[in-house]
């Protein structure tokens, strides 16, 4: 699979399919084909689909273990700009949903559609602290401390501690966006959350679609924080952005 470099990032990540450009921004604590492993099939038979693994995460190789949603979205326009992607439509999820916001307001000209999945557009610190390394340790999580360990260990390079408090920083501090920052973005988008969301109500969606123009809201019913996911509704999400993208073609 391939890696591709980025000053000091030895990024991962997955393509396939034909077709304009779709790059995925996946959640914390999973990583690129982890996180949309319900979207590829659907996906690439009408887009070139992109499963990047961000900075911290996954198979991404970096010797600084720091990272943070605004840097993130500067390794996305970067890789972008790598692979010569001109624009591409994003489709982010929870701490993805994020970096696609970011890279909207900082390089608009790459971004052509998004769509957000589990994600108010604004922090919402409530749990972090349950995943704080100490915390997890106390409490006998010990299937989500393997978890990270498998999934990130070229990452963190075995340091799942460290991982665990970066990503419960950035959590507790991202997005950090303003009502006039997000009314600024400009491109056709989609905000979609589970009806049983802890992290996500309706009417935040109905907030997110009052600020930006050309934008719409779905929220699936029955739904938790990860509707597009296996046992939960990924037929009836895919079906809908499918449907969005195709109302929204790359010119």
Known sequence: MPYIQLGDLE??????????????????YSRGILAFASQILDFQNAYTCYFP??????????????????????????????LSIPKAHLIGYSLGAGVAMAVALNAPERVFSMTTIGSSGFKEPSGADEYEPEWLAAHGKDVIIQQMLERHEEAHRGNWQEFMRQSAADWRLFPQLTEEQIHSIDCPSLFIAGEHDLFVQESQLRHLTALVENSKYLVVPGGSHRPHMLRENPVLVNDAILHFLKQHPIV
């Open 11 to 28: 990024l991962f990540y997955e393509k396939m399919g034909t077709g304009e450009p779709v790059i995925f921004l996946h959640s914390a």
């Open 53 to 82: 693994d961000f900075r911290g995460h996954g198979r991404t190789r970096c010797n600084n273990l720091a990272w943070s949603t605004p840097q993130l979205a500067d390794d996305i326009t970067a890789f972008m700009e790598q």
